[in-house]
């Protein structure tokens, strides 16, 4: 609900209504290193030399398209192109919508 409510703010605040257009979705998630880690995994994981397995990465992608369907796009059938990083760092999670 936090991802649609964001989207949806940025598309009031930049005047614009959910795209019929085909577009292109990156989406960046960041998870944090679990604090019960060895500091040397830790490093790893800083180091981007370990990444996250789960949420599955399939699961990252249809969560951020299904929140930002009817908001962003009018339906996510219309991505057409999709990238989708996961890593360990500070928890955030970055979306850019393109068309």
């Not at 989406?27 to 290193?33: C, G, K, L, S």
């Not at 398209?65 to 955030?92: M, S, T």
């Amino acid at each position: 609900m936090r991802l649609a409510a964001a989207g949806s703010d940025e598309m009031v605040s930049l005047g614009i209504d959910p795209t019929s257009e085909p577009c292109k979705v990156l989406i960046r998630a960041q998870f944090e290193i679990p604090k019960s880690w060895t500091k040397a995994k830790k490093l790893q994981a800083e180091r981007r030399e370990i990444y996250p397995g789960k949420p599955d990465i399939d699961n990252v992608a249809k969560i951020v398209l299904d929140a930002l369907n009817g908001i962003v796009f009018e339906d996510d059938a219309q991505v057409h192109a999709l990238r989708v990083f996961k890593a360990y760092g500070d928890p955030c999670l970055s979306v850019e919508v393109s068309w």
